[in-house]
């Protein structure tokens, strides 16, 4: 009885043992499946957000546009990834999780690429690292920690294309960019003025010309908008035409109109003077006649010394002019 006894107390205390190791090796199993797991798979709870980084912890990278240079370009972010077949890179286009913030696994190697605006150009990435890769729109970054990044750009500068340019026309300046203003001045004699001012084949200076070139005082004012570099770009032609001034085209009527009176009234002056001068001598001749009449010997003393010739000089001629515009009579 007692032999039966013993035998139930150490079958009692097997059970016992045999239960709690039992449960004590079930839990072992759960410990190394969830961190000794098989071909090293990632337990759902423990996956990254991205499937393909590792599980290293999440970083934040912000890139940004600083105020001054809005409305000159923009970006885009991708998550860079290799196909294993083809060994050509991948990229995916990435999203931020708010504003310019974005979020990759540690470790993931990115891209941002800086994209310009019409007539804009890329100048920098701002606080990058030297060990990072910048292809000059293009930042490669392998992501470890939290970062932030700038991008810069700049309006674009252009030199001017001159084609045709009048001759007295001057350009206020060589090159320009968006925004920028052009002064195209002409330089002319006071006998001339503007009949037609073109540039780039229009007339800036036609009453009917409502564009957004302006002129004044020979001067066209050209700015320098996006529909202008879209249409021209650098290209710039300048052609101007005049014609004489309508004061001084008075003033040369007028002069044409009294040169002929003018030559009129000379040759006839000269006439008149010429008819007087004959005159004057048919009177002194008129006058030597008599007074040799009367003085018979002076005549013929005259005949003998040659001091009677029937011939006057001009200051003879004067003096009897002189005499009878004293005494017309």
């Known amino acids: 009885m007692r032999a039966i006894i013993v035998s139930c107390l150490m079958l009692a205390m097997c059970l016992c043992v045999a239960i709690c190791f039992g449960y004590s090796g079930h839990g072992v199993v759960k410990v190394s499946a ?14 990254p957000r991205s499937a393909g980084f590792g599980a290293f912890g999440v970083c934040s990278v912000y890139v940004t546009i600083p105020g001054e240079y809005n409305g000159m370009g923009s970006f885009a972010v991708f998550a860079v990834d290799t196909d294993p077949d083809t060994e050509e890179k991948i990229l995916t286009g990435i999203t931020p999780e708010e504003s310019s913030r974005y979020e990759f696994p540690a470790g993931t190697l990115i891209e941002i690429h800086a994209l310009p605006n019409p007539f804009h150009e890329f100048v920098d990435f701002k606080q990058n690292f030297k060990s990072e890769r910048a292809s000059h729109e293009i930042l490669s970054v392998e992501v470890r920690s939290d970062r932030e990044f700038f991008l810069l750009f700049k309006k674009k500068n252009y030199i001017i294309n001159e084609g045709i340019i009048s001759s007295g026309v001057v350009l206020s300046t060589n090159q320009f960019k968006l925004g920028d203003e052009i002064y195209v001045s002409l330089t002319l004699d006071s006998m001339f003025e503007v009949k037609d001012f073109k540039i780039n084949g229009i007339s800036v200076n036609h009453p009917n010309y409502t564009g957004e070139i302006k002129f004044a005082n020979n001067i066209a004012t050209i700015i320098i908008t996006e529909d202008w570099l879209g249409g021209y770009l650098s290209n710039l032609d300048v052609v101007v035409t005049t014609k004489l001034n309508d004061m001084f085209l008075i003033a040369l ?10 030559i009129l009234l000379t040759v006839f002056l000269l006439a008149i003077g010429k008819r007087q001068r004959k005159a004057a001598r048919h009177a002194l001749q008129v006058k030597q006649v ?9 005549f013929i003393k005259g005949l003998k010394d040659g001091s009677f010739t029937g011939q006057f000089t001009d200051k003879d001629i004067k003096a009897e002019l002189k005499s009878q515009s004293k005494d017309p009579m």
């Open 290 to 298: 008599y007074a040799f009449q009367t003085d018979t010997g002076s």
């Open 253 to 262: 009527i007028t002069a044409s109109t009294s040169i002929p009176l003018l």
């Open 34 to 47: 969830a961190y000794e797991p098989e071909n090293n798979a990632v337990p759902a709870a423990a996956a």
